[in-house]
């Protein structure tokens, strides 16, 4: 009998909308490869008592083979859904729990990718509990500079991320991070030029340049039509586009992610590549960023979702 491949998608992130778009892309591609596939989508529910186990169940009574994991933010980039399938024994895509929770997490994997060498905007944190002995923001431009880049210490899609140039939007800046998590990241707004590094293969893809018509790579940017504009590969001199795919491979590598991701970063003024964040789970519709680099590599989408499907080992 042939295996049936569960593609997971929805949940009850930020990101849902859009994960339901990479979830049906999927099943799209696979089910035109000739693979048995079942759409799985989670409720819209919070990460309260019982929904792990809710979840839990509805996957065992789905009787899935394999889980696609196309669940964006929280619940499928911090290692939540990859603890309920290993679990249940069930083999899935993407990178392993702790991986998965470490690429969510801005704080810590910034940690970690100071501890490798890799180069990372300087930044302070705030926590919601010690909100009121952060209230004097001359410290941040101090130390920091101005503008600054105030965002969720996890989530994705730009989400709650804020860029301010004066004192005057800084409360409001840090509230609405505040809404996303208990922690805020307030760091140095590096200038230059915005990329991304797909890895698949644990390989570095071809550079993406992302040209916004706004301010900042932002969540309508990103999901609106015409507002940004992609070179693939990018315009870059040879010896700083190895470099960047260089940082984006060792970026991947330092978290300890499974065979793709993608990593963002600014390729700044002076030429180095500051790294931003890694995606474990990526955008994956046929016009996401991943699969523009994979598309340049040659690699079309219904084989890079295959390709991903098959890193299981299934």
């Given amino acids: 009998m042939a295996k049936l491949v569960g ?6 992130s930020a990101e849902r909308e859009i994960s339901i778009k990479s979830g049906t892309a999927v099943c799209r591609a696979l089910e035109a490869r000739g693979v048995n596939v079942k759409p ?41 859904i990859q603890e309920i399938l290993e679990r249940l024994n069930i083999p899935y895509t993407d990178s392993r729990a702790d991986a998965s929770r ?13 501890s490798n060498n890799i180069s990372v ?13 952060h209230c004097d923001t001359r410290v941040y431009f101090k130390e920091l500079g101005l503008p600054l880049v105030i965002k969720p210490f996890c989530g994705g899609s730009s989400i709650g991320l804020s860029i301010i140039d004066s004192s005057e939007g800084f ?24 990329i991304t590094v797909g890895i698949l293969e644990d390989k570095a893809l071809p550079v993406v340049e992302i040209i916004p018509k706004r301010r900042f790579f932002d969540f309508e940017a990103k999901y609106a039509k015409d507002l940004t504009e992609y070179k693939v590969p990018a315009c870059i001199e040879e010896k700083k586009y190895r470099e960047c795919q260089e940082a984006g491979l060792r970026a991947h590598e330092a978290l300890g992610a499974n065979y793709f991701s993608r990593v963002d970063m600014i390729l700044s003024e002076q030429g180095k590549p500051v790294v931003l964040e890694v995606n474990t789970i990526p955008g994956l519709t046929e016009t996401s960023l991943l699969p523009k680099a994979a598309a340049a590599a040659g690699i079309d989408f219904k084989e890079l979702v295959l390709k991903i499907l098959e890193s299981t080992l299934w």
């Fill in 121 to 133: 905007p300087r930044c302070s944190v705030i926590n919601k509990t010690d909100l009121d002995k």
């Fill in 171 to 194: 409360e409001a800046a840090v509230k609405d991070a505040l809404k996303y998590g208990d922690r805020v990241i307030v760091e140095e707004y590096v200038r230059g030029r915005e």
């Fill in 102 to 114: 470490l690429g969510m997490d801005k704080i810590s994997s910034g940690d970690i990718f100071r």
């Fill in 40 to 80: 799985i989508k989670l409720e819209n529910a919070l990460t309260a008592n019982g929904y792990n186990e809710q979840v839990a169940r509805d996957i065992r009574l789905s009787g899935i083979d394999v889980a696609f994991v196309a669940l964006h933010g929280k619940f499928g980039e911090d290692g939540e």
């Fill in 7 to 12: 593609v997971l998608m929805g949940g009850p």
